[in-house]
């Protein structure tokens, strides 16, 4: 097979071979979770179960799950362990939610554990009503790509839930309970509800993080806790953020950890919600590595935070005016946002880049966002989930008022318009452009802005 000019042969292949993949992927579509494990579990066992070829961190919550995984992946990289991260959703192309020892699978490896999973995918289709859905199908392959790797160790983002999710065919022995709160309508009407559905990832014998959790929700996961045997470790009371100081392109932590007082840890994220997602990360380590019955080497732990990162979370990724990117998508995630926004930035024009899916409670995440924002643009982005423009548009309306609110159907043209309406007051110090409301939303304008 000949290639382009300038580009290798296989290199043209893997970009063939991805694209094969996406399409098929794309063919399972609508994402949906079904409250089975069926399908899920006769996959693994045809597979020969390659999720228990390594130990696991397994992590679910409400918010701060995809960064807290991030900086377990990091500290574990610094200790020399070889982890795989499974993480969704992704925001520019699917293979980040595969990661090898802190990267994303190669195209060839991503296309290979695709091809080794299908023949298996698509016995379990014939022998059930409903078909492997599209979750269920990248998680197998992260499963069978992490075994064939081979990794030390999982670290296993749910995608929604915990009991009925397909990662939970996973009996890990770390499992971490980022805070719990309101998003996906079908968990639950209160966090106690969702922590219900959460709670179902701590296994026997396991040993536990729990974030601080609304009341409600911690009495929930304590009371499975018991259920099962499992040893838990509660942010506040065995561990938690000591002290933070804000840092050049990020901030400074003491966290009290499992094992002893670890300082100056220079955290490259913003945030208040970062810090406490950084104390999860790493008691969850501590844990992993022992229990957290003795501190760990303090040199490998500010290594691995200094290199965590976590893209589309307060990301800049422009500059003049400064373009920053945030996928806060529930009511709590824009309140931790605002917070970030006051503390780590003195912008003195901000404009809102806003495009909401249709399941989320959209009217309390732009009340939380108008005290920060002197003018929104309303957009849709391509996703089948996408709240309707007219309605995102009307909702904004009311909350701040037509004046301050402009609509764009392209996110392009979205984009374009919350630059000028930046540059518009280009004479004060400090304008902004702020992208947020679904990380779908944020990773269509990553693609873009990055061109």
Same mark, same amino acid.
């Given at each position: 097979m000949s290639s382009r000019p300038g580009i290798p042969a296989d290199a043209d292949a893997d970009t063939a071979g991805l694209a094969r993949?996406?399409?098929?992927?794309?063919?399972?579509?609508?994402?949906?979770?079904?409250? %089975?494990?069926?399908?899920?579990?006769?996959?693994?066992?045809?597979?020969?179960?390659?999720?228990?070829?390594?130990?696991?961190?397994?992590?679910?919550?409400?918010?701060?799950?995809? #960064?807290?995984?991030?900086?377990?992946?990091?500290?574990?990289?610094?200790?020399?362990?070889?982890?795989?991260?499974?993480?969704?959703?992704?925001? *520019?192309?699917?293979?980040?939610?595969?990661?090898?020892?802190?990267?994303?699978?190669?195209?060839a490896t991503f296309t290979q554990a695709y091809d080794d999973v299908i023949p298996y995918v698509e016995l379990v289709d014939s022998r059930h009503p409903e078909r492997v859905t599209f979750f269920e199908l990248l998680t197998a392959m992260a499963f069978a790509a992490f075994a064939d790797a081979p990794v030390d160790v999982g670290v296993i983002e749910v995608g929604m839930g915990g009991s009925w999710d397909a990662t939970n065919v996973l009996d890990a022995g770390v499992a971490v309970v980022t805070p719990i709160s309101l998003d996906h309508r079908e968990l639950g009407a209160t966090p106690g509800a969702v922590a219900v559905e959460k709670?179902?990832?701590?296994?026997?014998?396991?040993?536990?993080?729990?974030?601080?959790?609304?009341?409600?929700?911690?009495?929930?996961?304590?009371?499975?806790?018991?259920?099962?045997?499992?040893?838990?470790?509660?942010?506040?009371?065995?561990?938690?953020?000591?002290?933070?100081?804000?840092?050049?392109?990020?901030?400074?932590?003491?966290?009290?950890g499992l094992g002893g007082v670890y300082e100056d840890l220079l955290l490259p994220l913003h945030g208040a919600h970062?810090?406490?997602?950084?104390?999860?990360?790493?008691?969850?380590?501590e844990g992993f590595l022992g229990g957290g019955r003795e501190i760990l080497d303090i040199d490998?732990?500010?290594?691995g935070f200094a290199q965590a990162d976590s893209p589309g979370r307060l990301e800049v990724v422009r500059r003049s005016p400064t373009v920053l990117l945030d996928g806060a998508h529930n009511v709590a995630g824009a309140h931790a946002l605002v917070a970030a926004l006051e503390e780590a930035f003195s912008f003195d024009h901000l404009v809102g880049v806003v495009g909401i899916l249709a399941d989320k409670d959209a009217a309390g995440m732009l009340a939380a966002l108008e005290p920060v924002l002197h003018a929104?643009?309303?957009?849709? #982005?391509?996703?089948?989930?996408?709240?309707?423009?007219? %309605?995102?548009?009307?909702?904004?309306? %009311?909350?701040?008022?037509?004046?301050?609110?402009?609509?764009?159907?392209?996110?392009?043209?979205?984009? %374009?318009?919350?630059?000028?309406?930046? *540059? *518009?007051?280009?004479?004060?110090?400090?304008?902004?452009?702020?992208?947020?409301? #679904?990380?779908?939303?944020?990773?269509?304008?990553?693609r873009l802005l990055r061109r």
């Amino acid at each position: 097979m000949s290639s382009r000019p300038g580009i290798p042969a296989d290199a043209d292949a893997d970009t063939a071979g991805l694209a094969r993949v996406e399409k098929a992927l794309t063919e399972r579509f609508p994402h949906r979770m079904l409250p %089975d494990l069926d399908r899920m579990r006769d996959l693994v066992d045809l597979l020969g179960q390659p999720q228990r070829a390594y130990p696991s961190i397994h992590l679910t919550g409400t918010n701060g799950k995809t #960064s807290t995984a991030r900086m377990v992946d990091s500290l574990l990289c610094a200790f020399g362990i070889r982890p795989g991260r499974y993480t969704s959703p992704h925001l *520019e192309s699917v293979t980040e939610r595969i990661c090898l020892a802190g990267r994303p699978a190669p195209a060839a490896t991503f296309t290979q554990a695709y091809d080794d999973v299908i023949p298996y995918v698509e016995l379990v289709d014939s022998r059930h009503p409903e078909r492997v859905t599209f979750f269920e199908l990248l998680t197998a392959m992260a499963f069978a790509a992490f075994a064939d790797a081979p990794v030390d160790v999982g670290v296993i983002e749910v995608g929604m839930g915990g009991s009925w999710d397909a990662t939970n065919v996973l009996d890990a022995g770390v499992a971490v309970v980022t805070p719990i709160s309101l998003d996906h309508r079908e968990l639950g009407a209160t966090p106690g509800a969702v922590a219900v559905e959460k709670a179902g990832i701590i296994h026997a014998g396991a040993f536990v993080v729990l974030a601080q959790q609304p009341l409600e929700a911690a009495e929930v996961l304590l009371r499975r806790a018991g259920e099962v045997g499992a040893t838990v470790a509660r942010e506040g009371l065995e561990f938690g953020v000591l002290d933070r100081d804000i840092a050049v392109g990020g901030q400074l932590v003491a966290i009290r950890g499992l094992g002893g007082v670890y300082e100056d840890l220079l955290l490259p994220l913003h945030g208040a919600h970062q810090a406490h997602n950084a104390a999860c990360a790493l008691a969850a380590v501590e844990g992993f590595l022992g229990g957290g019955r003795e501190i760990l080497d303090i040199d490998a732990v500010r290594a691995g935070f200094a290199q965590a990162d976590s893209p589309g979370r307060l990301e800049v990724v422009r500059r003049s005016p400064t373009v920053l990117l945030d996928g806060a998508h529930n009511v709590a995630g824009a309140h931790a946002l605002v917070a970030a926004l006051e503390e780590a930035f003195s912008f003195d024009h901000l404009v809102g880049v806003v495009g909401i899916l249709a399941d989320k409670d959209a009217a309390g995440m732009l009340a939380a966002l108008e005290p920060v924002l002197h003018a929104v643009v309303i957009t849709q #982005s391509g996703s089948s989930r996408a709240m309707p423009l007219d %309605d995102l548009a009307a909702i904004a309306v %009311d909350l701040f008022g037509p004046d301050r609110v402009e609509v764009a159907s392209r996110l392009d043209d979205a984009l %374009d318009a919350g630059v000028r309406l930046a *540059e *518009e007051d280009s004479h004060l110090a400090g304008t902004a452009v702020l992208v947020t409301g #679904s990380l779908v939303t944020v990773g269509e304008a990553r693609r873009l802005l990055r061109r």
